[in-house]
């Protein structure tokens, strides 16, 4: 069991509070060989803000993968809501998907389409015919603070506004999880920490938060939850705060949220 | 009932839209299908026309002559006669007496008539004159005519040569599997070539797809647009192969008629509405077919 998970045995005991996200020895090995992730265990419980570091290619992104199922484990049993993914049928993976707002390091935002109608197509898709369409989306992007771009199309933005349509896109049928695979990756210092800040936001809000990220300089002065993957195993999960620096025998502690 | 309204609506909308929105590469596919779907058409009229003239050339040798003994009675032919007639193989018999044979032989051969003078008598023999409703049961018929005591012996019986008969048949074989086996090798190259056009098309947003497929869309409603969108290509494409079918048809025919006048042609007009029938259902077909198979392999995300 991690250490975040040792921490609270009252609160896992406690059936209302038991693990939104649960890895029990999950590993995935692709059709190549590689072996990307091994036994993994790692519990996330509902209003966490978890960080996944590690270098690239440490296997951030395939446990990214695993959790929305992306990818499906080559061992181990991973839960979303008390759903095992690896037995999940294909044609229920709509419905375990839109438990999640995901975002991506490309943004992935459709080019010929505005900022409004980028932001409206999660919410067509998921749920044709849904009521107050315009007002959800106006109400999304005010939220990551682009309410004066509706009729912008992506390449009118910077990098950071793109991002922040692909937050309000994700957010915009209130997700109970938010999964940003390094959503910073292509982004300037300063415009990261405004991504950032809209995460803890989002996670204020009481939404649960997993980003997987390299950038040593935001999960340090964020101080929450860290997990550190390192050749496809977890080698440190500090809960709350308490992040081991790299090469450096120093705690740094932080507080609590 | 609203959900379900609001579905098809997005499907039309984006269909139209993604049609509009990538137009050189949906007209690239739509032009592949609507030559394709030329090319089946103008095989269909094709071997139609081939069977005009292989029906008819197959009527001109469904009959056989029974030639009769000389001083048979009229009671015996009429019996004969009346036992051809009920045969469900034969579609007419008409009895030809032996003056009639000799009218009509001097009408075919010179100077017959003066031979028959000649001669003081006339040798040609009577016969009943069947027309078959199949080339294939002139052997069955003949067969049975040599039975019958008032039919001549030998290779006087029948005026029925195998050997002709059988090449026809030969001839009629192969040019009906040449036919099918054409439509058959172009049917498939053409789901082929439009399957990989339009996954050429769907390539181009593979993106939207994944992006629907991440925010939790189900199979059918990202299948929904594309397959709408094919049909409307196949539609477009079944449109302008239809017509130029249509209007080309009647001047290759007259065209046909003036150089191969020795063949029964005529112009159709119900088997080309059933030819644009036909093609209007396979472009629908093809177009949704091709883009089931084409968007398949990007719903695995």
């Known amino acids: 069991m991690s250490l975040a998970a040792a921490a609270r045995p009252a609160l896992a005991a406690d059936p209302a509070l038991r693990p939104v996200i649960s890895f029990h020895g999950v590993g995935k090995t692709y059709p190549n060989g590689t072996e990307a992730l091994h036994d993994i265990n790692l519990s996330i419980f509902q209003q966490d803000f978890v960080f996944l570091v590690g270098a690239s290619g440490a296997g951030k992104s395939s446990l990214v993968r695993l959790l929305i199922r992306e990818e499906v484990s080559t061992s181990g049993r991973i839960f979303v809501d008390g759903q095992e993914l690896s037995r999940m049928a294909r044609r229920r993976l709509p419905r375990l998907r839109r438990k999640f707002g995901i975002v991506f390091q490309d943004y992935k935002l459709l080019p010929r389409s505005t900022v409004a109608q980028n932001v409206a197509f999660a919410l067509q898709v998921t749920k044709p015919g849904q009521r107050h369409l315009r007002e959800k989306v106006e109400e999304s992007l005010w939220i990551v603070g682009l309410e004066d771009k509706v009729h912008k199309f992506p390449d009118e933005l910077s990098g950071g506004e793109q991002q922040r349509v692909a937050i309000a896109r994700a957010l915009v049928h209130r997700p109970p999880i938010f999964v940003a695979d390094e959503p910073t990756g292509n982004l300037d210092p300063d415009t990261s920490w405004g991504i950032v800040q809209l995460l803890l936001q989002i996670n204020h809000r009481g939404t649960t938060v997993v980003m997987a990220t390299h950038n040593r300089e935001v999960v340090d002065l964020v101080r929450r939850r860290v997990v550190a993957i390192e050749g496809g195993r977890i080698v440190r999960d500090e809960a709350q705060g308490q992040y081991l620096r790299e090469g450096d025998a120093t705690l740094v502690s932080g507080g609590n949220r | ?301």
Not at chain 2, 118 to 144: C, F, K
């Open chain 2, 1 to 301: 009932m609203i959900t379900l309204l609001a579905t098809l609506r997005f499907t039309l909308v984006s269909a139209v839209q993604n049609f509009w929105r990538n137009l050189a590469v949906s007209l690239a596919a739509t032009c592949t299908m609507g030559a394709i779907l030329l090319f089946i058409g103008g095989i269909l009229l094709g071997t139609h026309m081939l069977n005009q003239m292989l029906t008819a050339e197959q009527a001109k040798a469904s009959n056989i002559k029974i030639y009769l003994e000389d001083g048979v009675s009229l009671g015996s032919i009429a019996n004969l006669q009346s036992e051809l007639r009920a045969d469900p193989r034969v579609s007419a018999v008409h009895f030809e007496n032996k003056d009639d044979a000799a009218k009509e032989a001097s009408s075919q051969v010179e100077n017959f008539s003066e031979s028959l003078k000649v001669l003081g008598s006339n040798p040609l023999p009577a016969s009943l004159n069947l027309d078959l409703h199949r080339l294939a049961d002139l052997p069955a018929i003949d067969t049975m005519a040599r039975r019958n005591a008032i039919v001549q012996r030998g290779n006087l019986a029948t005026d029925y040569n195998p050997a002709i008969i059988d090449k026809l048949q030969t001839l009629i074989t192969w040019a009906w599997r040449f036919a099918v086996g054409f439509l058959i090798v172009f049917g498939t190259l053409s789901v082929v070539i439009i399957m990989i056009s339009i996954r050429t098309a769907v390539l181009v947003r593979r993106r939207e797809v994944e992006i629907m497929k991440l925010v939790g869309a189900t199979d059918w409603f990202v299948r929904g647009p594309f397959i709408l969108e094919g049909v409307i290509g196949g539609v477009i494409a079944a449109a302008i192969s239809g017509t130029v079918i249509a209007a080309a048809y009647k001047p290759a025919v007259d065209h046909l008629r003036s150089t191969l006048f020795f063949f029964p042609l005529s112009y159709d007009g119900s088997y080309l509405a059933v030819v644009a029938l036909l093609l209007f259902a396979a472009g629908i077909g093809l177009g949704a077919f091709g883009s089931y198979l084409g968007v398949r392999r990007f719903l695995t995300v």
